[in-house]
T-cell receptor, first 113, second 116 residues
Framework: DQQVKQNSPSLSVQEGRISILNCDYTNSMFDYFLWYKKYPAEGPTFLISISSIKDKNEDGRFTVFLNKSAKHLSLHIVPSQPGDSAVYFCAAVGSSNTGKLIFGQGTTLQVKP | NAGVTQTPKFQVLKTGQSMTLQCAQDMNHEYMSWYRQDPGMGLRLIHYSVGAGITDQGEVPNGYNVSRSTTEDFPLRLLSAAPSQTSVYFC???????????????FGPGTRLTVL
């Protein structure tokens, strides 16, 4: 049973526009939600996180929104840049002290110049 | 700092062979984990460790063994490789944190394993 789901395998946007990546989860006990970015032949790198007690966290061009009632989170990238083209993984952790991340399937973002 | 290093980068095994994937970190992190990435499945946790001498199973532990004798190293052993273990393997580490906080996991570059 997939506890974290990313239902869109791919997304294509024009440079300068907004990219919105979505993620759904089923376990209401998750404490933190994260977004990781992955380039080919590299390991994932941390992008942004949000605590389950918040509904928004912003870091530069990246904003994560959390809707607990809908068990849904989204990552907004504004403005999108070609260098943002990568696979984006949504992940959740039940306890911040164990490092046991539960990942979604990933969404491949392509930003066209 | 080298961060999280993994060796080898690529490996081809025959069914039934054994091997060890190496992982090391030089950041003095308490937590270390192994994930595998398969198409359409995201990353799935195999085993993890919260400190030297302490390991536990993740989502997909069958066919894999781990040990953590030092803070720096966390090797992953395949005792008898099977084609279903063909995957990309990532090691990660992170600091211990006070309850209610989150510290990012740092990932290695991965090992691409093919089992024939």
């Amino acid at each position: 049973d997939q506890q974290v789901k990313q239902n869109s395998p791919s997304l294509s946007v024009q440079e300068g526009r907004i990219s919105i990546l979505n993620c759904d989860y089923t376990n209401s006990m998750f404490d933190y939600f994260l977004w990781y970015k992955k380039y080919p032949a590299e390991g994932p790198t941390f992008l942004i996180s949000i605590s389950s007690i918040k509904d928004k966290n912003e870091d530069g061009r990246f904003t994560v929104f959390l809707n607990k009632s809908a068990k849904h989170l989204s990552l907004h990238i504004v403005p999108s840049q070609p260098g943002d083209s990568a696979v984006y993984f949504c992940a959740a952790v039940g306890s911040s002290n164990t490092g046991k991340l539960i990942f979604g399937q990933g969404t491949t973002l392509q930003v066209k110049p | 700092n080298a961060g999280v290093t993994q060796t080898p980068k690529f490996q081809v095994l025959k069914t039934g062979q054994s091997m060890t994937l190496q992982c090391a970190q030089d950041m003095n992190h308490e937590y270390m984990s192994w994930y595998r990435q398969d198409p359409g499945m995201g990353l799935r946790l195999i085993h993890y460790s919260v400190g030297a001498g302490i390991t536990d199973q993740g989502e997909v532990p069958n066919g894999y063994n781990v040990s953590r004798s030092t803070t720096e190293d966390f090797p992953l052993r395949l005792l008898s490789a099977a084609p279903s273990q063909t995957s990309v393997y990532f090691c990660a580490s992170s600091r211990d944190t006070p309850s209610g906080e989150y510290n990012e996991q740092f990932f290695g570059p991965g090992t691409r394993l093919t089992v024939l």
